[in-house]
């Protein structure tokens, strides 16, 4: 059984930072690309950083310049460092894996607040 857990939200001022974690655990022979998405009551989710296996990047034009996701295929665990927060990047972030298990599959973290706000 593989879970993702997330960790590092909270509240922060507007113009603050916050690093999101998302740490994999369970029976995994390969992660592939891992990605960061959020979502806010009444909207779908979004995709806001991916990232592959090799390290190549992808941003939401909403976070670029801003927003900076990274992994460490040792420790199974991807970061978010998000800096200059702004009040509409409010929502719920959640972590994807696209993997190897017993089985190829996708899974998703149960989700971590953002809430920024003065």
């Known amino acids: 059984q593989v879970q993702l857990v997330e960790s590092g939200g909270g509240l922060v001022q507007p113009g603050g930072s916050l690093r999101l974690s998302c740490d994999a655990s369970g029976t995994l022979f390969r992660l592939n690309d891992m990605a960061w998405y959020r979502q806010t009551p009444g909207k779908e989710r979004e995709l806001v950083a991916a990232?592959?296996?090799?390290?190549?990047?992808n941003y939401a034009d909403f976070v670029k310049g801003r927003f900076t996701i990274s992994r460490d295929n040792i420790k199974r665990t991807m970061y978010l460092q998000m800096n200059n927060l702004k009040p509409e990047d409010t929502a719920v972030y959640y972590c994807r894996l696209q993997g190897i298990g017993f089985s190829p599959s996708e899974w998703w973290g149960q989700g971590t607040q953002v809430t920024v706000s003065s």
């Open positions: 990232i592959t296996s090799r390290g190549t990047t």
